[in-house]
């Protein structure tokens, strides 16, 4: 890929991006835009408006989101899903993953996101699918 349309290319794409450093005991996220691309060190403007520099290895993997329909998710499927808490304590989804098998086990469990103030983050296997419900009901 040619160095313009790669630019193009990582420029289009919201960036979500987990640092590791060296102890690798410290995640950090960086929620941006590719702004440019100079070298091995991507230019990030996060959400604030700052920019960060990125200096990705010599194997980076990159992660793209398509869009997807609910009747796409299969029992056995790895998932993740960021939703808001509810009053009531049950979880109102705002978007849902589908990942790639390669990534199964990836970020397991149910934890504090970055997507919104409060939001969370739950990441398994489905398993059970079902074709339809009654209604909007809360995720429990």
Request: with cysteine; hydrophobic share 40%.
């Amino acid at each position: 890929m040619s160095g313009t349309i790669q630019r193009m290319f990582a420029a289009s794409f919201a960036l979500i991006c987990i640092i590791l450093p060296a102890s690798a005991q410290e995640t950090v996220r960086i929620r941006g835009t590719i702004e440019r691309i100079e070298g091995p060190v991507y230019v990030v403007k996060n959400r604030d408006g700052a920019e960060v520099k990125l200096t990705v290895s010599d194997n980076p993997m990159f992660v793209a989101i398509v869009p997807a329909k609910m009747a796409d998710i299969k029992q056995g499927m790895f998932v993740g899903s960021a939703g808001m808490m509810q009053p009531d304590g049950s979880q109102k989804a705002i978007e849902v993953h589908i990942f790639p098998e390669s990534m199964r086990g990836t970020g397991e469990g149910h934890y504090d996101w970055d997507l919104l103030p409060k939001s969370k983050m739950t990441n398994a296997n489905v398993e059970q699918a079902v074709n339809s419900v009654d209604g909007q009901g809360p995720c429990r």
